[in-house]
DNA sequence: GCACGAACTTGTCAAATGACAAGCAGATGT
DNA sequence: ACATCTGCTTGTCATTTGACAAGTTCGTGC
């Protein structure tokens, strides 16, 4: 059991540190779910209600523009939490889809859990308010880098800082990620690797 | 001094209620600030350091692309917290600027003094807590509406939640958060007014 | 009242991007 | 080993969008 919760108890512990003793009643609080590759972690039009820690495996979150068009918004590598915030905390239907690009294991807690549990731990608090700047961090970046950067400099960022990614997903939704369709990525590509 | 801070008070109950005794001790902590039209109010490269109330006013934030081009992100109106809140809570130099568009009232309070009194006032540290869930919610509505609608869908939008937004901005500003240029949102003014 | 300037509109043209379709390559199953 | 499928690349072409410049409108100051 302790050994089990080995990943989520060191990223509880990395993101606000606390005493053994605490960490080890929050991390059990937490339960074993699995996704097989390609299943609905959640789907568009139903409120987020679990808060989940991505131990291994790989998923992304998609949604639709106007057309139709099958549009990434998020990766989500391992040890990180994954979660539609906005629907989770706003109750509201979620505008996206996640889904697994692998196997997953995860480790959940739901919404109601979490809101007693927020009361209680003051340290699982200080917890949660970490992982919900670091989420608006990572989303304001990104808006920022669609404006300042080019595609092409997105695209060597994201091969830099996340190799792991192309891996597990398809071109077209590295593509959509990037802004732009998978005809001008592997444009991209091309000019890029004649350097 | 009760009634000065009148708006803030309201402001402060309504994000999060508590006992008058409370609210009147947080809003004691806030002190004046006004800002001639278009004066800044943060400095990209510089760490954002107050957290403002906006009681009357019209500010944006903006950025420039990698053509150099301005890029407005954010439009304020009063009633609400201006705070670059990546740089704020991650300490990190902001990659935007904020400029006010009319005068404006604000009141504030430091980054420094917020960290004090959100370990002494819980209530205070809920009103951060909602204030923080509710900028990520703009910003993701926000990312989705730019994939999800046409510019003409969200031009409609706004003119319709933020009518006075069209009042104090030029339109090359509003053309920019939009994703356009002006030329293309003169474009879709012509063709939206023919209906 | 007239001249000037700023903000907005609009026409023309060029460039970038995407749609579509064909081709290619690697993986998988029989 | 062969056929098949899927993902990726690439060529052609059409569309969209923006750049640029000229024109218009409105407000301000002389």
């Known amino acids: 059991m302790t050994n089990e919760k080995e990943k989520l108890t060191s990223f509880l512990l990395q993101t606000f540190p606390m005493p053994a003793a605490t960490v080890a009643s ?35 979150a998609f949604t639709f523009d106007h057309e139709g068009n099958d549009i990434t918004t998020t990766f989500y590598v391992a040890d990180q939490i ?20 692998t196997d997953c294991r995860c480790w959940y807690i739901s919404f109601d859990e ?9 340290e699982f608090r200080e917890f949660g308010r970490t992982i919900l700047i670091n989420a608006y961090s990572r989303l304001k970046q ?16 994201l091969l830099q800082s996340s190799p792991d990614i192309f891996q597990h997903a398809q071109l077209k939704y590295i593509a959509t990620y990037l802004g732009i369709t998978d005809t001008s990525l592997s444009r991209i590509r091309k000019d890029f690797s004649k350097r």
Do not use: W
């Open 82 to 101: 994954v979660c539609e915030l906005l629907s989770f905390f706003k109750r509201i239907p979620s505008r996206e889809n996640i889904e697994s690009l």
């Open 26 to 60: 929050i991390a059990n609080l937490f339960k074993e779910k699995e996704f097989a590759r390609h299943d609905f972690v959640l789907k568009e039009g139903r409120i987020c209600n679990e808060y989940y820690f991505l131990e291994t495996g790989f998923m992304r």
């Open 114 to 122: 979490l809101q007693t549990v927020f009361h209680g731990i003051p």
């Open 142 to 157: 990104r808006m920022l880098s669609m404006i300042q950067e080019t595609a092409e400099t997105r695209y060597v960022s």
